[in-house]
């Protein structure tokens, strides 16, 4: 079975203030992880995802997330926060046969 | 442009009737996938297909039926078993595998009263 735990269903940054979004995952395969953006009343999209090889990942918009597997996490950080980011960030894993698991979702609020 | 489409965006229902919600794809994709979202609990797997003329439930299938007669569509239908229709619906496909990253339509926010 895998799990996902995003911590902070609501995180506030100031406008330029460095974005850190936390996900830890359980998985008793080699996960493939996956972050995704949803804005209001929208599906969802695919900001960047992690497979093998360099743990370090770039996406869209300037994001990037790193996979610890010693810390099972896969945060999601980006240096300058902009009004355009407010969202709401899905961190989600899969691996073997299991199908992908969502965790619950952090609401970024940006403040001007 | 390939992408999914999902119809309508909002539905109203009254209780007791069933009502069935759209999702085409045309990214010849072959797994296909419904999801609920609520406030607060992220995104819950109602049915998914890899192939034609085959489904799987999901974490949350009661009250909920699918059906996969062409590649490119697969049409939730929302029963009058189903306990709390009203929510946001979102329709996925991914090229096969179950591993790979997820394309979403826009949703169809449903009301039921």
């Known amino acids: 079975a895998q799990s996902v735990t995003q911590l902070g269903s609501h995180v506030s940054v100031s406008e330029g203030a460095l974005v850190l979004l936390r996900c830890n995952y359980s998985?008793?395969?080699?996960?493939?992880l996956f972050w995704y953006v949803q804005y209001p009343n929208q599906g969802l999209q695919l900001l960047l995802k992690?497979?093998?090889?360099?743990?370090l990942v770039k996406g869209i918009n300037g994001f990037e997330a790193e996979f610890k597997k010693s810390e099972t996490s896969f945060h999601l950080t980006k240096p300058s926060a902009h009004m355009s980011d407010a969202a709401e960030y899905f961190c989600?894993?899969?691996?073997?046969?299991?199908?992908?698991?969502f965790g619950i979702g952090t609401k970024l609020q940006v403040i001007p | 442009d390939g992408g999914i489409t999902q119809s309508p965006k909002y539905l109203f229902r009254k209780e007791g009737q069933n009502v069935t919600l759209s999702c085409e794809q045309n990214?010849?994709?072959?797994?296909m996938y419904w999801y609920r979202q609520d406030p607060g609990q992220g995104l819950r797997l109602i049915y998914y297909?890899?192939?034609?003329?085959?489904?799987q439930k999901g974490d949350i299938a009661e009250g909920y039926s699918v059906s996969r007669e062409k590649k490119e569509s697969f049409p939730l239908t929302v029963t009058s078993a189903q306990k709390n229709p009203t929510a946001f619906y979102l329709c996925?496909?991914?090229?096969?595998?179950?591993?790979?990253?997820?394309?979403f339509g826009p949703g169809t926010r449903l009301t039921v009263t």
């Open positions: 990214l010849n994709h072959d797994a």
């Open positions: 297909s890899q192939i034609v003329n085959d489904f």
């Open positions: 996925a496909s991914t090229k096969g595998e179950l591993l790979d990253e997820q394309y």
């Open positions: 992690y497979t093998t090889g360099a743990t």
């Open positions: 989600a894993c899969s691996g073997g046969y299991q199908k992908v698991t």
């Open positions: 998985s008793s395969v080699p996960p493939y």
